[in-house]
Structure formats: structure tokens, C-alpha cells
């Protein structure tokens, strides 16, 4: 969805757009913290969030903040906004602010209000993964809790501390169900439900999903895990009955899948429901690489005649 003009993100007020491509949308925006119009580059929200999209994403601004001339743009920010998530009305986005030195959740209005921090913590703890409730006044994301990985929530605009849902095995993404009576996350393999109060607990599939996300009527979780024949596949999993039913097969899973258990990262990030319902949308872990062919390496020329050309 194009930001408007007025939207606000971090210290930047979005003006009017410039531009959009395949690696993100281009907006005339205003610094509020230096008093000057920058071009603001942000990734596409179905790709936001794809390590290999931030990594190129990142590459591109070294190599421009590496060049000095009139005629080229000077990079003046590094700050990155992930994990966006809309508000169940449509007006505000919250996102994962991170600075490089502190990740904190901040809410913007669509409409061009000063955005704020969800919650200020003293303890500077971070933020991630921030999932509105059905009603859009509260807000669960994933944290620590006196050291440990937690799942929390708080009342969007409240100045008291976040309350502890749950403890975790480890920190993945949470989803609050459109009908507000469970959130649900992968515990180490378990996708599990809570009740926002803490109190109910349940386990309703025993394999990992990569990615998962509610159906629009809430009954059900749709997400994308591997079978015992290492075929990728789409499942949908009842809440009340804890069925699993197959959707769809996507054939042998891909190598990438072996790459971001090797570098301990999520294989698929996000999950964004059509408003039909039939369909979703994530980003996954790209894997890029180079062949290189050398000529006569292992010729035995020296140094001076290498950098002359000479044999």
C-alpha cells in the first residue's frame, strides 16, 4: 500500500512519491531532525523483512555512501523499519523501528500524526513482531522478560509497563487472532496457542511452520511447513479441533531451507492475508551466488608482469 502524503515514519514526513521498482518505493520526504527534504527509499511490505532483500538493500547504500561527487546522492541515515503491521482499521501502521544501537515497536497514523514509541522502556529491552489485537487497542510482540524470551502486550497509548502473556522457548513471531481470543507462535517446533490473560495454553500442531497467520474467520491457522517426504507444503490447522488438513504441496523444499537453518534465520518472513481470504502472502530467504572462471592461475608469472599483462 503507497504511503500518502503527511505519513509519518521515525523523524521522516512522507511529501509525495518519486518513484517504485522491484527493490522498493522511492518518497520526497522531510528530515524533521535536520530541516531537509531527502529521498526516502523503503522495501515493498511483501518483501520486508527477507534477510537477502535487506542485505542488497544494505549494500546499495554502503556502496553510494562510499561515493563523493555533485552528482550523486549522499546517504545521510541508516535506520530500518521491518516487520509492519496494519491496524485492524486501516488508519495506523506499527513497525520495528531499529537504529542500530536500540529495536523498539513506534506507531505512525496514516493520516500524518507525529509517530510515538509504543512503549518506552526504561530497561531498553527490545521489540519485535508487533501484532494488533481485534479491536486495535492493544498490541502483542515478542521480547524478553527479566532475560528471557517472552511474548508481551500492552494497551497502545498506555504509559504502564507490558504485561508478560507467556514465557518461550525462543523468540518467533506472534499472530493475534482477528477474533482477539488466542495468539499463537512456533515454540521451538510447537505451534501454540495463549489466551492474551496468560491463563489458557495449548499446543495445536507438534511440527515447525516457517511462517503462519490466521484465516480471516479466525477458526483455523494457515502456514507453510515441511511433510515427512521433505515436500514444502501449505497446511491449515483448526484451532478447536487441532486438524491439520493439506492445502496444497509444493514440491521438493528448497535448498534455502538448509541455508537458514545454518545461519539460525527464519527460511519465510511474514504473513499477510488477502482480504478475500483465499490467499496469502510471505517473503523467502534468497540464496545468490557466483561462479568465477580463472585463466591460467596457476601460470608462474610475476607480480610486475601480472600488473603490466606481460607473459
Not at 34 to 44: E, F, I, Q
Not at 124 to 141: I, V
Not at 284 to 309: H, M, P, Q, T
Request: glycine share 10%.
Amino acid at each position: 500500500m503507497p504511503l500518502n502524503s503527511g505519513t509519518r515514519l521515525g523523524p521522516y514526513q512522507i511529501v509525495a512519491p518519486l518513484g517504485a521498482g522491484g527493490m522498493g518505493e522511492v518518497y520526497r520526504a522531510h528530515d524533521s531532525r535536520l530541516g531537509r527534504d531527502v529521498a526516502l527509499k523503503v522495501l515493498p511490505r511483501e518483501v520486508a523483512g527477507d534477510p537477502a532483500r535487506e542485505q542488497r538493500f544494505e549494500t546499495e547504500a554502503r556502496a553510494v555512501a562510499a561515493l563523493n561527487h555533485p552528482n550523486i546522492m549522499a546517504i545521510y541515515g541508516g535506520d530500518n523499519f521491518l516487520d509492519c503491521a496494519i491496524s485492524p482499521d486501516g488508519s495506523r501502521v506499527a513497525y520495528r523501528y531499529d537504529t542500530g544501537s536500540r529495536v523498539s515497536i513506534w506507531i505512525s497514523s496514516l493520516a500524518g500524526d507525529t509517530p510515538v514509541p509504543l512503549y518506552d522502556d526504561p530497561q531498553k529491552d527490545w521489540q519485535r513482531g508487533p501484532s494488533w489485537s481485534a479491536d486495535g487497542n492493544s498490541m502483542a510482540y515478542y521480547s524478553v522478560n527479566d532475560g528471557k524470551p517472552a511474548v508481551m502486550k500492552i494497551r497502545v497509548g498506555s504509559l504502564h509497563p507490558p504485561d508478560l502473556v507467556t514465557y518461550v522457548a525462543k523468540p518467533t513471531p506472534v499472530r493475534w487472532s482477528p477474533q482477539g481470543d488466542w495468539i499463537a507462535w512456533d515454540d521451538a517446533g510447537k505451534l501454540t496457542l495463549v489466551s492474551p490473560d496468560g491463563k489458557q495454553r495449548k499446543i495445536v500442531s507438534q511440527k515447525e511452520w516457517f511462517t503462519y497467520g490466521w484465516s480471516k474467520d479466525a477458526d483455523a491457522l494457515l502456514g507453510i511447513s515441511l511433510s515427512e517426504n521433505r515436500h514444502l507444503i501449505i497446511g491449515r490447522i483448526d484451532a478447536a479441533s487441532e486438524r491439520e488438513t493439506l492445502v496444497a504441496d509444493l514440491g521438493t523444499a528448497p535448498a534455502m531451507l538448509d541455508l537458514a537453518q545454518f545461519q539460525s534465520d527464519f527460511p519465510y518472513r511474514g504473513f499477510s492475508l488477502h482480504p478475500d481470504g483465499k490467499s496469502f502472502m510471505t517473503s523467502a530467504l534468497g540464496i545468490k551466488g557466483d561462479i568465477w572462471l580463472l585463466e591460467n592461475f596457476d601460470a608462474k608469472v610475476g607480480l610486475l608482469d601480472r600488473l603490466l599483462r606481460r607473459r
